[in-house]
């Protein structure tokens, strides 16, 4: 039974990321319109199975004419460029460190330790304000930003798995048959750690996805003119009660891509768990 | 003894911690592009007026000094001056706080009530589809963020069912005989249920926004722990006394399970805290975090100073309640 | 005329094995019943089935219990519960884990009182000081306030031991009580249990797998092996002849430290062939329906 639902969470979860992965590699072809395109004339028009919708619109427009689905296909690029690059790099920079401090421990382990603390005193969306103020608008900003305040997620269970890995006798056996420090952390230890830095990353991925459109809805994202889910979110949000359309799909989008990262990750956790094997 | 010698190493790397915030936010706002002087000025100021300003404010001091100024104005309690409001950090900052607290508060209140009575729930009929249903709508409530849940309640019940206010503290145009800024709980106080009743009115929805994530960590968490404890042997015990089901899980299990919950969920209730910024803007909620994102996109810097480290103070303060809570509950701890 | 009366009791894992085999025994008002048998055979479950706390994994599929000539297994949840509370209790096996760490030990003996029983919290108080001076406790107002972390596993031993004839049970099941003590404190706690037994006349189901404490405090005893009642005699009986050759091995097999060079003697092959042979019979017997 347990078996059986993972599998079913694995398969909706890839699937629908998937298909957002094909969205957005192909968006310059299968949208039906330019994501930039205005028309005024055309501003506000509500979904094709709404009275007074235009053809060819078929999630219907924004304020200055332009189709919402176009602009959320192209949305779609942004938030997994994002995903994926905010995601692997703050695992490999919060894994390396967590895994360092956990099994060298001393006052490597104490540095970092403390450095965690201070950055988990800090509110993590005023940080990435912040931060985007620094570094100015723009993607890698963004992916910068995302690395700089949730590396420490990766971190600190990094760190904990690779202290209880550490104590267990199958590392002392590495060390004793002659196996350097580091040698012993990467080849013993890691791979015993992997699943968790896996099911962490696929979590972060969306947490990305998550930042970024905050960040796109307080309008510190990219240029305003390129189409951002966060963006859009944000225009439909003071538009709310005449064009619920804008808000409602890229909210939704938001949403399943969101979902299917951290549901993504829970399969895959259950399919690691050597208990539920 | 023991209980002090321990508050005292708290303490301690309490201040360390905050001292690192301190200067982290210090220098790290300073980096930041962009004069908030001129931003202040019309435009058509000339360069003099831009350096008697800054000189005013102490901005053109190197950064050093600037830092050892400010820490010197801290100690004394002076926090500097908002630039873009002119009036002193400390004042504007306590002015907000109570508004972010109460919105906490609440979202804290609504999630151990969702999620303790969803643990509940789900350990009388655990093994059978109860659990079943109550595990994945905890999943599902885990996996999205409180910023998304916002959106979707502000269209339920804001656009699509309009219940709830989705905009702001109170309606504007009531008239508010309050002395503090704890709207909500002088309105109690002062036994004005109509006033109390608006305030709720726009409260609850990014209360409930903020709560669910949390709720559904407690509920799972609470849940886990009390399955394990319905285990133990002095459960068994109790039910050979001729007590049922409901009050041995309430009387017997309970008190035992919601220890091991109450660290993490004071962890996690700092990110809900954390998650006020965001929410406070989404509902147009006069609190800190609104404040705080204002200060960033005006580069009110002394102002961004005071709010960053107050939220950093709130945390430590958190945290170190829910110890000494932990310490209070567990009778072991007190005797060792 | 027997307290309580197991009939054809049987139990198993659910779509499992069977764990009890037609198990019947009676123990008389006032009598201490014996329950032998070595680990996994099973002792536990009939005292569990009583008291109605097996585990969740495990169903009755026939059988009868009555106490004082009411089946429990035809009553609802709630009355055999309550009938099961007002008339019984346990005295548990360890006594590290059978008290609440979160109360303290007064409410853990008195609430049952006020709670189920309706007596008055003072009554109920003056009742735990009372048990507590009865089990050999000097300082009954103390440990009644304490935790349990606070006392040792003698103490709580004692504690328990008090707890489960508070109510003045009519039968108390004993499940292994002293295999978790230290020898030391084993031969006090088996005093006590059976000064407290005759002096409050109540029935008393013993489990155990120790043979010497069977002849030191049973009148009758039941032999257990794989779920299935080999012999059931007086202990005198018993410890002069036992009829089964299974009972006899086991009786053979205890160190005697009278006789340090009689060498160890465990059950022989032959006898637990024969035994599992039996088993087994049943089974196909069972099967056929």
Not at chain 2, 97 to 112: D, K, W
Not at chain 3, 91 to 118: C, E, F, K, M, Y
Not at chain 3, 237 to 251: I, N, Q, T, W
Not at chain 3, 254 to 262: C, E, F, G, H, V
Request: charged share 15%; with cysteine.
């Amino acid at each position: 039974m347990i078996r059986r639902r993972a599998g079913l969470r694995l398969w909706l979860s890839a699937g629908w990321l998937g298909a957002l992965g094909a969205a957005a590699l192909l968006a310059p072809w299968i949208a039906p319109h330019d994501p930039l395109a205005q028309d005024l004339f055309l501003g506000r028009m509500p979904p094709f199975w709404e009275a007074g919708a235009e053809p060819g619109y078929w999630l219907g427009t924004d304020s200055l004419g332009r189709d919402v689905l176009s602009r959320i296909l192209f949305g779609a690029r942004v938030a997994l460029l994002v995903a994926l690059a905010a995601g692997t790099i703050s695992c490999l920079v919060g894994a390396t460190l967590g895994l360092l401090a956990g099994f060298l421990r001393g006052w490597f382990d104490m540095v970092i330790s403390r450095l965690i603390d201070i950055w988990m005193a800090f509110p993590p969306v005023l940080f990435s304000i912040l931060l985007i103020a620094v570094l100015g608008p723009g993607l890698v900003s963004i992916i910068i930003a995302v690395v700089v305040i949730d590396w420490t997620r990766f971190a600190r269970v990094v760190r904990a798995e690779a202290m209880s890995q550490g104590a267990m006798d199958y590392v002392a056996s590495a060390r004793l048959a002659g196996r350097g420090r580091i040698g012993t952390m990467i080849r013993e230890v890691l791979p015993n750690v992997l699943p968790t830095i896996v099911v962490l990353l696929t979590l972060e991925m969306g947490i990305a996805v998550i930042v970024e459109a905050i960040m796109s809805f307080v309008n510190l994202s990219i240029s305003t003119d390129d189409p951002t889910w966060g963006g859009m979110i944000s225009e439909g949000r003071s538009a709310i009660h005449q064009s619920w359309w804008v808000l409602v799909f890229p909210l939704i989008a938001l949403f399943l891509t969101v979902l299917s990262f951290s549901q993504l990750g829970e399969g895959l956790k259950d399919r690691f768990d050597p208990v539920l094997r | 003894m023991a209980l002090l010698r321990l508050i005292a190493i708290r303490l301690l790397t309490t201040a360390i911690t905050l001292a690192g915030v301190a200067v982290i936010v210090f220098f790290v706002i300073r980096v930041v592009p962009g004069n908030p002087i001129a931003m202040m000025l019309p435009p058509g100021a000339t360069e003099a007026d831009i350096a008697r300003l800054s000189a005013l404010y102490g901005l053109d001091k190197p950064m050093i000094t600037q830092f050892g100024i400010w820490l010197a104005g801290v100690v004394q309690g002076d926090f500097g001056t908002s630039i873009t409001t002119r009036q002193p950090v400390l004042g504007l900052v306590l002015g907000r706080l109570p508004a972010t607290l109460e919105l906490s508060i609440m979202a804290l209140v609504i999630a151990v009530l969702l999620g303790g009575v969803s643990a509940l729930i789900g350990t009388r009929g655990r093994g059978g589809r109860t659990e079943g249903a109550i595990d994945v709508a905890n999943g599902m409530a885990l996996s999205v963020p409180d910023f998304l849940w916002g959106l979707v309640l502000m269209l339920l019940f804001g656009v699509l069912f309009p219940v709830f206010h989705i905009s702001g503290r109170v309606t504007p145009s009531l008239d508010l005989p309050f002395v503090t800024d704890f709207y909500l709980f002088e309105s109690l106080l002062r036994l004005r249920f109509d006033l109390w009743a608006d305030l709720v009115a726009h409260m609850f929805m990014p209360a409930l926004a903020l709560a669910i994530p949390l709720a559904a960590i407690i509920g799972q968490l609470l849940k886990q722990s009390l399955k394990e404890t319905m285990n133990l042997d002095y459960i068994t015990l109790a039910r050979t006394k001729g007590y049922g089901e409901t009050h041995v899980i309430l009387r017997e299990a309970l008190r035992n399970a919601v220890l091991p919950t109450l660290t993490l969920v004071g962890v996690q209730f700092t990110f809900l805290i954390g998650g006020t910024v965001i929410i406070e803007r989404l509902f147009s909620y006069e609190g800190l975090g609104n404040m705080a994102i204002d200060a960033v996109i005006n580069r009110d810097l002394p102002l961004i100073q005071g709010i960053v480290i107050l939220f950093a103070v709130i945390f430590t303060a958190v945290n170190l309640i829910v110890d000494l809570l932990y310490a209070v509950l567990n009778p072991r701890l007190r005797h060792a | 005329m027997s307290f309580l009366s197991i009939r054809n009791l049987s139990v198993r894992l659910k779509n499992g094995p069977p764990l009890l085999r037609r198990v019947s025994l009676d123990v008389a008002a006032g009598e201490v019943r014996g329950l032998v048998g070595e680990s996994g055979a099973g002792k536990s479950m009939i005292g569990k089935a009583v008291l109605d706390i097996l585990p969740p994994s495990v169903e009755i599929t026939e059988g009868e219990i009555l106490l004082d000539g009411t089946d429990l297994l035809r009553l609802t949840p709630r009355e055999s519960r309550r009938r099961i509370g007002a008339t019984c209790a346990l005295i548990p096996q360890d006594p590290l884990t059978a008290l609440n760490p979160s109360h303290r030990i007064g409410p853990q003996i008195t609430n049952r009182l006020v709670d189920i029983l309706g007596w008055t919290r003072s009554a109920a108080e003056a009742r735990a000081r009372d048990l507590l001076a009865e089990v050999q406790i000097a300082d009954p107002v103390r440990v009644l306030r304490s935790y349990p972390h606070e006392l040792s596993g003698g103490m709580r031993q004692r504690i328990l031991i008090a707890s489960a004839f508070a109510a003045e049970p009519k039968l108390i099941v004993a499940d292994e009580p002293t295999t978790a003590l230290d020898v030391t404190v084993q031969k006090q706690i088996l005093k006590l249990i059976a000064g407290m037994q005759t002096r409050h006349g109540t029935a008393l189901l013993f489990v155990t797998h120790d043979l010497g404490v069977v002849s030191k405090v049973c009148q009758r005893l039941s032999v257990l092996y794989s779920g299935m009642i080999v012999e059931d005699s007086t202990v005198p009986d018993f410890f002069a002849a036992p009829r089964h050759p299974y009972s006899a091995a086991l009786l053979a097999a205890t160190p005697k430290y009278t006789d340090p060079d009689a060498g160890l003697h465990p059950v022989p092959d032959a006898v637990i062939d024969a035994v599992r042979a039996e088993v087994a019979a049943f089974d196909r017997g069972a099967a056929r329906g």
